[in-house]
């Protein structure tokens, strides 16, 4: 089991730029989402996904995409990229059950993004 | 609209020291879900620990326990006999009851930079 999967581990992007990061879990997990960590301001949500074709935004979803077409795989596209978005970014997945309870996430080791 | 809080950005404390976490949520939810999940140094997270707000037993797991006060809104964090690997931010997490659609978003708080000096 590899868990949660991202690459890249670290990308430098000029203002402007677009790319992607991936996101992969094995667990067969329906719950995923992306976040981004900030320098004393924890994690923030930028969006979320419960299943393949269902997606919502989070806290921050300005200047992300993302979409869901496998339950393995939750990419997250900066569509213009600004230095606002330099920032860690986190992976996440969790199993969803039947009932009420919110799992536990397993998180991806994280992209540390930079844009110049 | 949820909210955590931990005022203690950072601690440090020698080890073997005691050392308590603080954690302070707002929610609207009558049955909601607290967690705490450990930043090493490495920079993944790690699930400590999910509590649900009709269970209010502190928990004890080693070093670590959890005390959840439900009449202030808290839920701290102790760690007994502090040791050096214990050093990490420390995250508290709060979760709606999967009831509706993204209702199980988590929301964090800053955290809580711990440093176990030898």
């Known amino acids: 089991n590899a868990g949660v999967t991202q690459t890249p581990k670290f990308q430098v992007l000029k203002t402007g730029q677009s790319m992607t990061l991936q996101c992969a879990q094995d667990?067969?997990?329906?719950?995923m989402s992306w976040y981004r960590q900030d320098p004393g301001m924890g994690l923030r949500l930028i969006h979320y996904s419960v299943g393949a074709g269902i997606t919502d935004q989070g806290e921050v979803p300005n200047g992300y995409n993302v979409s869901r077409s496998t339950t393995e795989d939750f990419p997250l596209r900066l569509l213009s990229a600004a230095p606002s978005q330099t920032s860690v970014y986190f992976c996440?997945?969790?199993?969803?059950?039947?009932?009420?309870?919110?799992?536990?996430?397993?998180f991806g080791p994280g992209t540390r993004l930079t844009v110049t | 609209a949820q909210k955590v809080t931990q005022a203690q950005t950072e601690i440090s404390v020698v080890e073997k020291e005691d050392v308590t976490l603080d954690c302070v949520y707002e929610?609207?939810?009558?049955?909601?879900?607290l967690f705490w999940y450990k930043q090493p140094p490495s920079g993944e997270l790690v699930f400590l620990i999910r509590r649900n707000s009709f269970d209010e037993q502190n928990e004890i797991s080693g070093r670590y326990s959890w005390n959840f006060q439900k009449s202030t809104s808290s839920f701290n964090f102790t760690i007994t006999a502090s040791q050096v690997v214990d050093s990490a931010v420390y995250f508290c997490a709060l979760s709606g009851a999967r009831l509706n659609f993204g209702n199980e978003k988590l929301t964090f708080g800053t955290g809580t930079r711990l440093t176990i000096i030898p």
């Open positions: 996440a997945s969790s199993y969803s059950g039947t009932g009420e309870v919110p799992y536990e996430q397993y």
């Open positions: 929610t609207r939810d009558t049955t909601y879900y």
């Open positions: 667990m067969n997990h329906e719950y």
